[in-house]
């Protein structure tokens, strides 16, 4: 396998070991949060924020947290015959519907870029353009020094942000940003999991012993 190849394994499967092993704990912050909930509606006035608060938590745990659970081949499966195939078999078929993921999840990454582009006030066409000239912006600020509780930039270019409907009525901008991030984190863990299946198609086992933050780099 070229080496580059491998060291693309090896680092995105080793940030997203520790990504995943850190939000793993989230489950004690969504727990909280609704012992919270259960304890204000009994004892005190309901909160308005615990619903929407529990919801972003499971949102972000569930998205930071899937490129871990496909490094470890964790998610549900319905087999069939896939287990009783050899590694190779498994590998050649693992090929075709990976292609599948990496379709889906680029579409979804598409549609969720748009949606944080509109919850941030932009209704134009070309969000990648919006995006850019905001990232160029905040550059320039950044380097001119023009520092604020908001860049200057993102006051210029953001309209009306998008909030939630309910009472409390939470800006969605931050958790569309998170489910953008664990979207491609999660669509580069799945290119990651392709090379492996083709290496070992190649012979080459990319998934034995430790987690690939400590695998041998070898040069073709």
């Known amino acids: 396998m070229p080496s580059i190849a491998i060291k693309y394994v090896r680092w995105i499967d080793a940030f997203n070991y520790r990504l995943g092993r850190f939000i793993m704990y989230g489950i004690f912050a969504m727990v909280a949060i609704l012992l919270w909930s259960s304890i204000s509606k009994s004892l005190f006035d309901p909160s308005k924020w615990t619903l929407e608060i529990a919801q972003f938590s499971l949102v972000a745990y569930y ?3 899937g490129p871990y659970s496909l490094q ?3 998610n549900v499966r319905m087999d069939l015959f896939y287990g009783a195939w050899t590694k190779p078999t498994q590998a050649k078929t693992d ?4 292609l599948f993921l990496i379709f889906y999840l680029v579409v979804l ?3 969720a870029l748009d949606s944080t582009a509109y919850s941030l006030g932009y209704f134009g ?3 990648f353009q919006f995006y850019w000239d905001m990232i160029s912006g905040v550059t320039s600020d950044i380097v001119h020094f023009r520092f ?3 860049p200057e930039t993102v006051k210029g270019m953001t309209g009306h942000l998008e909030q939630g409907p309910t009472a409390w009525h939470p800006y969605l901008w931050p958790i569309k940003v998170i489910s953008c991030i664990g979207i491609f984190l999660m669509l580069l863990q799945t290119i990651s999991e392709l090379i492996k299946d083709i290496a070992t198609i190649r012979g080459v086992d ?3 012993g ?3 933050a400590h695998l041998h780099v070898e040069e073709d």
């Open 72 to 74: 470890l081949r964790a």
């Open 206 to 208: 990319l998934r034995a």
């Open 95 to 98: 090929v075709i519907t990976v």
């Open 210 to 212: 430790e987690p690939t």
């Open 109 to 111: 990454l598409y549609g």
């Open 148 to 150: 604020g509780a908001i």
């Open 125 to 127: 066409g070309n969000f």
């Open 63 to 65: 998205l930071l947290g």
